[in-house]
């Protein structure tokens, strides 16, 4: 069965300053890999998404992750926050063979200070 | 592009009594149709996986009895909560996608039991 663990269930930065997010997963195989971001009181937005291929992903709004075979993880990093990155972030996997069912971390809840 | 709505965003329903929940796929045939639920402060569990000609499959802890999924074509879907209580509240997610296709998540509808 798979599992994904995010460490860290709250997070504080300071405006302006570097971000990296925690994701460590189990699986039999290499899954496809997901980063989502949630809003107070919205649903899910994708960031970004990994499948194959160059391990260090690109998103949007300046995110990235990179993909460790290695250590089981897919870190998230911002070289640069902004008050408005504050929220909740999930990480997921997800099969690619099978159901493609999705498997959420815990989550971590950014808040980013002045 | 592909879409994915829920209807209602935002429900309260008293203890005891069932609600419904829709989710349409706009853009692309939704051959699977996955429920999500995050309970407050929680993580999204999956509730079950309804995919085309074959069975819905729910995950432990949730069953048809409780939440009844209907996947009548390849852009709708919808899910009733019967008997609703207290521990049911929390945000619904749809997530649809086509074979062989990432999935797409709706913005959710929010259940509050009274």
């Known amino acids: 069965a798979q599992s994904v663990t995010q460490p860290d269930a709250r997070v504080t930065v300071s405006e302006g300053a570097s971000l990296q997010l925690r994701c460590k997963y189990s699986?039999?195989?290499?899954?496809?890999l997901f980063w989502y971001v949630q809003y107070p009181r919205q649903g899910l937005q994708l960031l970004l998404k990994?499948?194959?291929?160059?391990?260090v992903v690109q998103g949007v709004n300046g995110f990235e992750a990179e993909f460790s075979k290695s250590n089981s993880s897919f870190h998230l990093r911002k070289a640069s926050v902004h008050w408005s990155d504050s929220a909740v972030y999930f990480c997921?996997?997800?099969?690619?063979?099978?159901?493609?069912?999705?498997?959420f971390g815990a989550g971590t809840r950014l808040k980013v200070i002045a | 592009g592909a879409l994915v709505y829920q209807y209602p965003r935002r429900t309260i329903c008293k203890s005891g009594t069932s609600m419904r929940m829709e989710c349409q796929a706009v853009?692309?045939?939704?051959?699977?149709v996955a429920w999500y639920r995050q309970s407050p402060q929680k993580t999204f569990e999956l509730i079950a996986l309804?995919?085309?000609?074959?069975?819905?499959?729910?995950e432990q802890n949730f069953t048809q009895e409780k939440f009844p999924i209907s996947h009548p074509n390849l852009s709708f879907s919808s899910m009733t909560v019967l008997n609703a209580y207290l521990e049911d509240r929390g945000l619904y997610l749809c997530?649809?996608?086509?074979?062989?296709?990432?999935?797409?998540f709706g913005p959710g509808t929010r259940l509050t039991v009274l």
């Open positions: 699986s039999s195989v290499t899954p496809y």
């Open positions: 853009g692309f045939q939704a051959t699977s």
């Open positions: 309804s995919t085309v000609n074959s069975a819905i499959k729910y």
């Open positions: 990994y499948y194959s291929g160059d391990p």
């Open positions: 997530g649809a996608r086509w074979t062989g296709g990432e999935q797409y």
């Open positions: 997921a996997v997800s099969m690619n063979t099978g159901n493609y069912k999705y498997v």
